[in-house]
């Protein structure tokens, strides 16, 4: 049987492995920093801060959420610091924001996430929220 370059049936046939190059598997691993990480979580943090307790997102003010992280051989451990609206159900906007963070940094990392603590650093009125806004 004769295909040309670029046919359907040349498309089919797995990549012919690379010369002198070690299987995949040793080549190596991709490593992602502590610092990335926390900068993933902190941004995923501040996405469910605004969807999960209703907060206004604070890019980069003394309200928006921090996060540092502790990557080790394929897991991370996420620690969280945020303000939450009063009144609200705290224990269960923690567990949400905690559920969403870890999907979001498990989905654009690879990493499976084993741990996600969340330090509530003040609870926010609406009166805090709207300071410092323009009416």
């Not at 670029?6 to 002198?20: C, E, F, K, L, V």
């Not at 540092?68 to 567990?95: K, N, W």
């Amino acid at each position: 049987m004769n295909t040309r370059p670029g046919s359907p049936d040349d498309r089919a046939s797995p990549p012919a492995p690379a010369a002198g190059l070690p299987p995949p598997a040793e080549r190596g691993a991709t490593v992602i920093p502590d610092r990335v990480v926390a900068r993933i979580a902190a941004r995923a943090a501040r996405t469910a801060q605004s969807r999960r307790a209703a907060l206004p997102p604070d890019r980069d003010g003394p309200t928006a959420p921090h996060a540092s992280a502790a990557v080790r051989t394929g897991s991370v451990r996420l620690h969280l610091t945020m303000d939450l609206p009063y009144p609200s159900d705290i224990p269960r906007v923690c567990e949400r924001i905690q559920r969403d963070v870890a999907e979001r940094v498990a989905q654009l990392t690879g990493l499976r996430v084993g741990e996600v603590t969340l330090t509530v650093r003040r609870l926010a009125t609406t009166a805090d929220a709207n300071r410092g806004r323009v009416r």
